[in-house]
């Protein structure tokens, strides 16, 4: 009856060793929520960023009001 008792108290910390690391890894994947959703946020800024700054450097004296000094990337063509 010993052996079975000891068993049953084996089992019980198995479980409460398991449950705890579900906790644990419940915590875990609530930060990388969080994390993902703020780097996706930082991901658009920077995109839109990008964009502005690639349709600034597009512009010259050609293609919009800005006077031939303000040229400054790549050669005229």
């Known amino acids: 009856m010993a052996n079975v008792a000891f068993g049953f108290q084996e089992a019980v910390f198995t479980l409460e060793s398991m449950v705890a690391n579900i906790e644990r890894q419940a915590q875990t994947i609530e ?3 969080n994390e ?3 780097l996706r ?3 658009q800024q920077l995109k839109a960023r990008i964009a502005e700054l ?3 450097t597009k512009k010259n004296s050609t293609n919009s ?3 031939p000094s303000s040229d ?3 050669a005229k063509s």
């Open 31 to 33: 930060k990388l929520i």
């Open 36 to 38: 993902n959703k703020q």
């Open 41 to 43: 946020q930082e991901n």
């Open 54 to 56: 690639v349709a600034r």
């Open 65 to 67: 009001h800005l006077p």
């Open 72 to 74: 400054r990337f790549g």
